[in-house]
């Protein structure tokens, strides 16, 4: 870190600088933004991207007093260390540390939090909209990236936004998609300051308002003569129609472009859209190189860049199901592989390769997904959605309205469930079992290890109807994984161990914390398997030969697996000591998973600890 960038304490520092200081600082910015990513791990790609729009926005804009909005806010690495965070990026996504994402209670100038995408123009016209009414002069600025535009969402905002009167609304589509043309340079550059500056917005007032009292077909020939014009030297039709004066596209890593063109659309006001070509990784090769694989890294040495592991290693929970998706594919003719752009991180890699026409990434479109993959089922076709737990909350009302009221053969793979680690409650996957258990004609399976994930994965996919099998991030405990698609029966749970007065009844994961703690205690330990349908023959044997019920998951209390057992438990007149483990009724912040875990008394001392609180100390073996 050099001396300018030590001087960087506020936005009000950044606006102090020359147009030469500010190309000084982002050079400065993105080699520390580099040094800090390849310490604590991160999004890397996609901040190195955005250095130079950060200084800029911050440069002509008053922050916080003008709304600053990052979609997604895996972008916002620079505005953090620009707005006095500096100093934080050692803690970055770590316990106790700041947040990988904008969050109000962070900063002041995290205008609005954000960690999924497609947000930031409702947010921000909404904020416009009490600005307004408040009689505040200011402005609204959301930054989105240009997949975050496939999402419904955004679209909805801006259709909204064009029929809003005295908003000061402008969004910045940060395209990142080097294919995308035409190629920014010195003419697109000149285009954006003309368009963007008075001497356009003049002349197309004057030309409106002697063409207001012409013969209407004149009008009309003329209205068409300039969206013609326009549309020879901007690409804007859609945004134009919206209500939006579109400007772009310019180089986002240009500052000689970016400066005056943000100062022209800030004079300017009303709804504005700003179009800026960014490159993924700028400045550092290897990401430019492969923005996918430096995206979200973990630790790694700048030099040397990411190392592949020199042994095989643990399969992840995403490997498995990404093999067993290649091997029912390959069997089943049927099978169609459906993700909402996550191909990487839901393991589809292989899938689309050795079968591309029976691959669908539909973008960041949630709701789309699941209601393709109800169109799907309808044809007689079997398809597979790939989502994480916190992303099928999107598509909740499409789940139940379009999948599970018409009973469709639709499997979902839950990945990322339970607690995620360093992305934190945003992206954790608490809710899926509490939202999905009441809806009519679902099945859920909660696999233990690796090899039981394929067994329910296969067990679902033949289900005819609704299913999903969720499962955490990373990797297991090592199980060998069979290569055979085998089923088990629905909803038929297994007991591991058998012991007296004590039952342990784990969904999941959590098996293998819960284990040792049933040893200790000379407890019975089942791997139920299934939160619905629940073994029921199963449970009521328990209830009536041992004293206490135990369950524990990965997933909120409330509403939970062991609510299912409980409420079993009521409707047969029986009466045991259930003790309930999960996930409390708070967001969970960041850290660690296996600390995040012991956090919440999920790992073996945490079980142990909540059953002699709850019944005493049962006597040892």
């Not at 680690?421 to 939202?435: K, L, P, R, S």
């Not at 914390?513 to 205690?521: F, G, R, T």
């Not at 369950?551 to 000591?577: F, K, W």
């Amino acid at each position: 870190m050099t001396k300018l960038l030590e001087t960087l304490d506020s936005p009000a520092d950044v606006r102090k600088l020359s147009q030469h200081q500010l190309k000084m600082a982002a050079t400065e910015l993105r080699a520390f933004i580099l040094d800090s990513v390849s310490r604590t791990g991160g999004h890397l790609s996609s901040n190195l991207g955005t250095v130079e729009l950060t200084l800029a926005l911050h440069h002509v804009f008053n922050t916080p007093h003008d709304r600053l909005v990052w979609d997604v806010g895996h972008q916002s690495y620079p505005h953090k260390i620009l707005t006095g965070r500096r100093g934080d990026m050692p803690g970055l996504r770590q316990q106790g540390g700041i947040s990988g994402f904008p969050r109000r209670s962070e900063s002041e100038y995290d205008a609005f939090g954000t960690a999924h995408s497609s947000t930031s123009i409702s947010a921000v016209l909404g904020m416009a909209v009490a600005s307004r009414n408040l009689n505040i002069d200011r402005q609204h600025i959301a930054v989105i990236g240009d997949g975050s535009m496939t999402a419904g969402m955004a679209f909805e905002a801006l259709n909204n936004a064009g029929v809003t009167p005295g908003v000061n609304v402008l969004v910045i589509l940060n395209d990142n998609d080097m294919s995308i043309s035409p190629p920014v340079g010195a003419l697109n550059r000149y285009l954006a300051r003309l368009l963007s500056g008075g001497f356009y917005r003049d002349a197309k007032n004057v030309g409106r308002a002697v063409l207001e009292h012409m013969p209407a077909p004149v009008l009309d020939i003329a209205r068409r003569v300039k969206g013609h014009a326009k549309g020879m030297i901007s690409p804007a039709t859609l945004f134009e129609e919206l209500g939006f004066n579109y400007v772009g596209p310019i180089d986002g890593h240009d500052m000689d472009s970016l400066v005056p063109t943000l100062q022209n659309l800030r004079e300017l006001g009303g709804l504005q859209f700003l179009h800026v070509i960014t490159k993924k990784g700028q400045g550092y090769k290897l990401a430019e190189a492969d923005p996918i694989l430096y995206h979200g890294p973990g630790k790694f040495d700048p030099e040397l860049g990411i190392q592949k592991p020199s042994g095989p290693g643990k399969q992840t929970f995403t490997q498995v199901f990404g093999s067993w998706l290649c091997d029912m594919a390959q069997q089943d003719s049927r099978l169609i592989g459906i993700t909402p752009a996550m191909r990487e991180g839901s393991g589809l890699v292989e899938f689309e390769k050795r079968f591309p026409q029976r691959y669908f990434d539909v973008g960041i479109a949630e709701q789309h997904s699941v209601t393709f993959a109800a169109g799907v089922a309808c044809e007689g076709l079997k398809p597979v959605l790939a989502i994480y737990s916190t992303f099928l909350q999107r598509g909740y009302d499409q789940f139940i309205h379009d999948v599970a009221l018409q009973n469709l053969d639709v499997t979902f793979a839950l990945d990322r469930a339970g607690l995620v680690g360093a992305d934190g409650a945003t992206h954790a996957g608490n809710y899926d079992i509490a939202f999905l258990r009441c809806i009519p004609n679902m099945v859920i399976a909660t696999p233990s290890d690796e090899n039981e994930t394929r067994l329910l994965l296969s067990t679902c996919y033949q289900h005819a109807g609704p299913a999903s099998v969720r499962y955490p991030r990373g990797s297991g405990i090592g199980a060998q994984v069979a290569p055979e698609l085998d089923v088990v029966e629905l909803g038929k749970a297994v007991v591991r161990r058998k012991g007296e007065k004590l039952a342990i009844l784990a969904f999941g994961t959590l098996l293998h914390a819960a284990a040792p703690v049933a040893e200790k205690l000379n407890a019975t330990l089942v791997d139920m398997r299934f939160v619905k349908p629940l073994d029921e023959a199963l449970l009521l044997e328990l209830m009536q030969s041992h004293q206490q019920l135990v369950t524990v998951e990965e997933g909120a209390i409330m509403g939970g697996a062991g609510s299912a057992v409980a409420e079993l438990m009521h409707a047969n007149g029986l009466c045991c000591d259930l003790l309930q483990l999960g996930l409390p009724d708070v967001f969970i912040d960041h850290g660690d998973q296996a600390g995040l875990l012991a956090g919440v008394g999920l790992d073996a001392a945490g079980i142990e600890q909540a059953i002699a609180r709850r019944f005493g100390q049962p006597p040892a073996n």
